[in-house]
């Protein structure tokens, strides 16, 4: 039979505050790196997008026909992937970029850096209240 000492009755009671609160810091540390995570993907989402319209429609396209090849016109390749990122809201928190560059090869790429704000750790003291994610994106032109 096992016996309990008198000293033992109550220690893991004064255990579980402790416990409870390191369960709540890796949850908030967990829903915080997630937020930055689908905000980093989010904005990956919006400049492949936005590259991909840009090559597609910035494609002179009589110049095609006329067998002259490919070539995208800057201009028009800048201004709709303007149009596409702020269809799709990701000028919103911008601190760097967006940067469009079209290569004479036909391809465009986008870059751009965004603020994601945290969720948690706003509560902490010394924690900033928005981390920077960073995306790059490139479309390219097939001839097939």
């Known amino acids: 039979m096992l016996r309990r000492r ?32 689908v905000g980093q993907r989010d904005l990956q989402a919006a400049l492949t997008d936005a590259a991909n319209d840009a ?35 990701a000028l919103r928190d911008v601190v760097d970029g967006p940067h469009i560059t079209v290569d004479d090869d036909g391809s465009v790429t986008i870059s751009a850096s965004r603020q994601v704000p945290h969720i948690f750790g706003r509560a902490l003291p010394g924690v900033p209240h928005h981390e920077v994610v960073r995306a790059t994106a490139t479309a390219r032109l097939e001839r097939r």
């Open 55 to 89: 090559v597609a429609g910035a494609l002179d396209e009589s110049l095609l026909r006329a067998g002259g090849g490919y070539h995208v016109d800057r201009s028009a390749a800048w201004l709709i992937a303007m149009g596409a990122l702020d269809l799709r809201g």
């Open 6 to 37: 008198h000293g033992d009755r109550g220690s893991a009671l004064m255990l579980m505050p402790a416990a409870v609160l390191i369960m709540f810091v890796l949850g908030a540390i967990a829903v915080d790196l997630t937020a930055l995570r």
